[in-house]
C-alpha cells in the first residue's frame, strides 16, 4: 500500500491543486457561509416573522450544531470507506435541501428542520475536502491549500450580506438565492473531486487509530474556539440592530466579517512562521477582544465594524489552525483529526448558543457576549504540545512525503 505522500505525488484523475481548491472554497462557502451562518444574519428577521426570544433563537441555533455534530462523525467514517467525492457531494446536497426548506418554511418546525439540515451539511464538508487535499496535493503546498479551502467560510459570508440586502424585502427569496447557488456548487464539487477511497488509518505506537498523542488537547482547543465564537455568530447581528445600528448597517457588518475571514487563507503561511502554538493563543485572545468589543459599544458603528472584521479573520484563521493541526496527527486519516475538531467545535457551540440566549433573557446581551468573551480568553491556554501536538509516527509519515 502506498503511503499518504507517495500517492499526493500524482492525481490520477488529473485534477490539479488550483482547481481542487477552488471547489472546495466554493464548497465551504456555501455550506458553512451560507447554509450555516447567514441564520445569525437572519435572526431578526426571524424573530418578526415568527415571534422568537433569543432563548429560542438560541436553541435553534443550537439544533443546527448538533446535526453538526452527527454529520460529522458521519462524514469521517464514511470519507474513509467511500472516498471524499461522495461525501463531499452530499454535504452539498444537504445544504441544497436545508436552504430550501427554510426558504418555504412556513412554521418555526419547518424553520428548525431546515435549520439542522443546512447546519448538517457542514458537518459533511470539512472531512472530505480536508482528506482530498492531504491526498492530492503535494505535501508542500498542503498546509497552504487547506487554508484557502477552510477560508471559504468568509467568503460565503460575505457573499450572504449583499444577496440578503438586494432581497431585504424578503427573506425568503434571499434563502431561496441561497439554495439555487448550492446546487450549481453541488454539480461543480462532483465532477472535480477526484474519485477515490482514502487509506485506513494506521495504529500508532501508544494510542489506537483514532486517539494519538495531542488528540486531548486538540479536541479542549476545538470546543473552547465553539463557546468563545457562538455569541457573535448567533447574536452579533441581533446585538447591535438591538443597540440603535440600523439593518442595512448591521448587514454591512456581517458583509465586513465575512470579507475579512478571507484572510484565513494565509493561515498556512503565518503556521509555518509562529508555530502552531502561538497562532493558537494569540487567536484566541484577539478572538475575546473582538467579542467583548461587541459587548462594550454594541451601538459605535467604528467599533462595530472593527471588531466584525477582526473577529471575521481571527476566526476563520483559528479554525484553519485547527485544520492543519489535526491533519499533522493523522497525517495517514487526515478526515480523522479534522473531524474530531470541527466536531467539538459544534459541540461547545451546541452547548453555549442556547446558554447565551438564556443568559441574555435573564441578564442581558452584553453580559452574555461578555461571558462568551472570558471562555474565547480561557480557551488561549489550550496549546498545541511540542512540535503542533504531532506524535513521532504522525512526524514520520510527513517526513514520508
Do not use: K
Amino acid at each position: 500500500m502506498h503511503s499518504v505522500g507517495e500517492r499526493n505525488r500524482s492525481t490520477p484523475t488529473g485534477v490539479g491543486a488550483v482547481p481542487l481548491a477552488a471547489a472546495g472554497l466554493a464548497v465551504i462557502a456555501v455550506c458553512y457561509g451560507l447554509a450555516r451562518f447567514a441564520y445569525g444574519l437572519f435572526v431578526p428577521a426571524f424573530t418578526a416573522e415568527f415571534g422568537l426570544g433569543a432563548a429560542a433563537a438560541g436553541a435553534i441555533a443550537s439544533s443546527s450544531y448538533a446535526g453538526y455534530c452527527v454529520a460529522v462523525v458521519v462524514a469521517t467514517l464514511a470519507t474513509v470507506r467511500w472516498g471524499p467525492r461522495a461525501v463531499g457531494t452530499a454535504a452539498g446536497v444537504a445544504a441544497v435541501l436545508g436552504t430550501g426548506l427554510i426558504a418555504i418554511a412556513p412554521g418555526v418546525p419547518v424553520l428548525a428542520v431546515g435549520v439542522v439540515v443546512a447546519g448538517s451539511s457542514t458537518g459533511l464538508a470539512s472531512p472530505p475536502l480536508a482528506d482530498a487535499v492531504a491526498r492530492w496535493v503535494r505535501a508542500e503546498r498542503a498546509d497552504r491549500v487547506q487554508a484557502v479551502v477552510n477560508a471559504g467560510t468568509g467568503v460565503g459570508v460575505a457573499a450572504s450580506g449583499p444577496i440578503a440586502l438586494a432581497l431585504s424585502g424578503s427573506w425568503r427569496l434571499a434563502w431561496a438565492a441561497y439554495c439555487g447557488i448550492a446546487v450549481l456548487v453541488t454539480v461543480w464539487a462532483a465532477v472535480t473531486i477526484p474519485p477515490g477511497r482514502s487509506r485506513r488509518p494506521s495504529r500508532a505506537p501508544g494510542g489506537g487509530a483514532w486517539w494519538r498523542p495531542g488528540t486531548g488537547r486538540l479536541l479542549l482547543a476545538a470546543a473552547a474556539l465553539g463557546v468563545g465564537s457562538s455569541a457573535v455568530w448567533v447574536f452579533g447581528r441581533d446585538l447591535v440592530g438591538a443597540a440603535g445600528v440600523s439593518a442595512a448597517a448591521s448587514t454591512l457588518m456581517w458583509i465586513v466579517l465575512g470579507v475579512a475571514g478571507v484572510a484565513g487563507a494565509f493561515t498556512g503561511d503565518l503556521v509555518a512562521r509562529t508555530g502552531l502554538g502561538v497562532a493558537w493563543a494569540v487567536g484566541m485572545l484577539l478572538l475575546a477582544a473582538a467579542t467583548a468589543a461587541f459587548a462594550l459599544v454594541p451601538g459605535v458603528l467604528p467599533v462595530v465594524f472593527a471588531a466584525a472584521a477582526l473577529f471575521g479573520a481571527v476566526y476563520i484563521g483559528l479554525t484553519a489552525v485547527l485544520l492543519v493541526w489535526g491533519t499533522r496527527i493523522h497525517p495517514d486519516a487526515p478526515s480523522l483529526g479534522v473531524g474530531a475538531a470541527f466536531l467539538l467545535i459544534a459541540v461547545g457551540q451546541a452547548l453555549a448558543a442556547p446558554a447565551i440566549g438564556l443568559l441574555a433573557d435573564l441578564a442581558t446581551a452584553p453580559v452574555a457576549f461578555g461571558a462568551a468573551a472570558v471562555a474565547a480568553a480561557g480557551g488561549a491556554l489550550a496549546l498545541p504540545p511540542a512540535r503542533g501536538g504531532v506524535s513521532g509516527s504522525a512526524r514520520a509519515g510527513r517526513t514520508a512525503r
